[in-house]
């Protein structure tokens, strides 16, 4: 797999490939990266890549021919038809199904903006989608490039090794993560789960799945709602409310026992 990244901040991009499961990707080309700088595509002498907004206002805008430059000049290295994606709070939420979606491709481009936003011409020009990785504003798009080259890359078949699997992450399932424990039995005045002791992996499975579920209803109720459930899993859902004093009526805009219900939030 091929990534272009397109960024005024270089180097910062880059070090995604110095460390740990995306660096390990790319030393063993699993993945390549290849960052293209704005400013190297500007024509004038003080190399301007923003400029004020026409309306007015606070901030600065990005220039819209140096970033088609950029683009340009990394699609020509990676292939023609590559799609291009800009990182913006207004995007589109990305998620681990675009996440999978995007590991499908042998190439994409993902393009950085800084300041106030990028002129609305480029977008129409060269953007296929924009893509948000959650309701906050960053400093830059660089943070948020970087996410989705880590979510990305780590699906790629041969990526991570046995003991990190891609299928065990929760959010394959569609569902937020059980607890971990580790040794000793007892820390910070705490006892592990007694089940996780108990030998029994089939318990352990349903304690870990049950405990998914809860977690999901409490934390993301969101999720939980886009989800099909089996029996097996309301009846977990049902022990979970149960053993933690949960009431499913008082869960905000989840009800989960009236099948086909109506959902509200
Ligand atoms: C991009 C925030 C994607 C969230 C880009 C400032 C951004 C962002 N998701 N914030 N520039």
Redo the contacts with the bound molecule.
Sequence with gaps: MRIGVISLFPQVVESVADFGVVGRAIDNRLASLVVKDPRDFTTDTHRTVDDRPYGGGPGMVMKAEPLKAAIDAVRNELGEGTPVFH???A?KPFDQRMALRLSALPAFVLVS?RYEGVDERLVEDSIDEE????D???S??EV?AMAVIDAVVRLLPGALGDAESAEQDSFMQGLLDHPHYSRPDTVLGREVPAVLKSGDHEKIARWRHKQALGRTLTRRPDLLRQMELSDEQRKLLDEYRQETGLKADTTPGVSLQVENDEQTD
């Design positions: 990182l913006s709070p995007g903006s893509l948000s990785i959650g906050f504003v960053l830059g798009g948020a």
